[in-house]
């Protein structure tokens, strides 16, 4: 009944998100029982997965380092889980674009189900998952004998890890090359920042239509520099061209619960509220005081963001 | 080249959608169905793919109930050629849509399916991606561009850090992000000349396929709801706030 969760990683880093994957396969191994495996692949991942093998909980990390796994193309990487699905009953990975790439491939691969974006676990085969933008929670169990799982970070505490305490899990080398002529890697422009990650940042500022252009976007610079925030959008912000699409937050785009949400010129349609709504606290600045960002609000300030948000920088 | 378009009909993107009493699923009687947005973007490319003279014929293909034929006349109504419908009235999963669809890449042998990234009811995320594997083709998914040259394609995919682009063989699977492009609306005169377009209806049955799934329903819940919170009359009492009620500055 063993479990194997597919590490996320990016520039040689182990990232975030890995530890709240695991602790959702603990939360699983309480009623499964059996080991929990990480896998990292790509090529050059050797302090990756030292990393892995620090995490709490892990009985040992696996390694497919080579160059067929860099950039971890969903069809090399449907084809490696394939191959390794055999020692588990569990695959799971966390619901960032790269599970949500791979892991459906891996379970038609293996004629099963996915179970996508689980919140909570209620047994062995039994999970809670959102659906239709949130504004219900579905239980659902599955009788597949291989459970692909992809895991809502927001839903579970990240586990420990062991940092340089020693005591860390076995690092094994996975010596499955899968050919692959179908797709190759092309470029990737990713975002600069150095800002905390919007999934795990403590305090996030989102602004909306109503930030009015990409410049005024640098209105929420200030704050979120003062308050080590990651900055937010709103889809009508990313499809105007103010920000790029990695900052949506919303029921196609991220999903955060910071301990603060701070929504500035954002109205607060049910798609924006799903990625949004289980923020600790919640705050609106929004000049319409029908808005129904409000209804969900902590905190509302009606009035105009172009007066408020220089003030509160200053007053912060 | 044929592009297949695979269409969904969900809830209507603006419904706020209840729960049945008894929790056993979400209430649909009489709430307003539509095609879904991720759809509508999908059969957007392949018009504009055909108004390129890339594509030289677009099939749309929905499994659904009877009612479903709806949405596969919009698809013909915005520029599909024909269109198939895979009718059942039971539930149909990720992986028996994606079996189906499979049936229809064999027959009908797209050079590219298109389908959306994720159905906004169960917000899966998994079909396109189930497609690919079943066919053994290469999949580019939540796609923001599309650029097909000779017997390759360039797809770039919204990824978390931002884009990433990579060059797929064809034949392929691409499923649509919201940035691909912006769906048109269909015209009066389109609507009429889609009710004459050939539709071809056909069953799970008929094509070989098991709809039943391995993973059950147990019951739907409402989420917790947040409780409504104050307004505040100015920074000051909002800094404040945050500071000594929230504690969270
Ligand atoms: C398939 C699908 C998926 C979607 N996915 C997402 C998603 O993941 N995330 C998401 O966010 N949306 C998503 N949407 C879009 C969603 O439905 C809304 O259109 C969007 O969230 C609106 O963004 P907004 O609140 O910034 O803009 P608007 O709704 O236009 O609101 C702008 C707000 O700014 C306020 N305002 C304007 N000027 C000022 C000012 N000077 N001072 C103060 N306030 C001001 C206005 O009062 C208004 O409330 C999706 C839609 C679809 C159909």
Known sequence: MSLLVLAEHHDGQLSGATAHVVAAAQAIQQHSGGDVDLLVAGEHVAAVAEAAAKLDGVNRVRVADHAAYAHQLAEPMGALLAELAGDYSYLLAGASTTGKNVMPRVAALKDVSQISEIIEVDSADTFKRPIYAGNAIATVQSADPLKVLTVRSTGFDAVGSLQDQGGSAAIEAVDVVVDNAQSTFIKEALAQSDRPELAGAKIVVSGGRGMGNGENFKLLDGIADKLGAAIGASRAAVDAGFVPNDMQVGQTGKIVAPELYIAVGISGAIQHLAGMKDSKVIVAINKDEEAPIFQVADYGLVGDLFEILPELEQKL | ?249
Do not use: W
């Open chain 2, 1 to 249: 080249m044929k592009v297949l378009v695979a269409v969904k009909r969900v809830v209507d993107y603006n419904v706020k959608i209840r729960v049945k009493p008894d929790h056993s699923d979400v209430d649909l009687t009489n709430v307003k169905m539509a095609m879904n947005p991720f759809c509508e973007i999908a059969v957007e490319e392949a018009v504009r793919l055909k108004e390129k003279g890339v594509a030289t014929e677009i099939v749309a293909v929905t499994i659904g109930p009877k009612a479903a034929q709806e949405q596969l006349r919009t698809a013909l109504a915005l520029g599909a050629d024909r269109a198939i419908h895979i009718q059942t009235d039971e539930k149909a999963e990720s992986l028996a849509v994606a079996k189906l669809l499979a049936k229809v890449v064999e027959q009908e042998q797209p050079g590219l399916t298109i389908l959306g990234k994720q159905a906004i009811d169960t917000d899966n995320n998994q079909t396109g991606q189930m497609l690919a594997a079943l066919t053994g083709l290469p999949q580019g998914t939540f796609a923001s561009e599309v650029v097909i040259e000779n017997d390759k394609m360039h797809v770039t995919r919204e990824i978390d850090g931002g884009l990433q682009t990579i060059e797929l063989t064809l034949p392929a699977i691409v499923t649509t992000d919201l940035r691909l492009n912006e769906p048109r609306y269909a015209k009066l005169p389109d609507i009429m000349k889609a009710k004459k377009k050939p539709m071809d209806v056909t069953t799970p049955a008929e094509l070989g396929v098991e709809m039943a799934s391995k993973v059950t329903l147990l019951k739907v819940e409402s989420p917790a709801e947040r409780k409504g919170g104050i307004k505040v009359g100015s920074v000051d009492e909002l800094i404040d706030k945050l500071k000594n009620e929230a504690k969270v500055l």
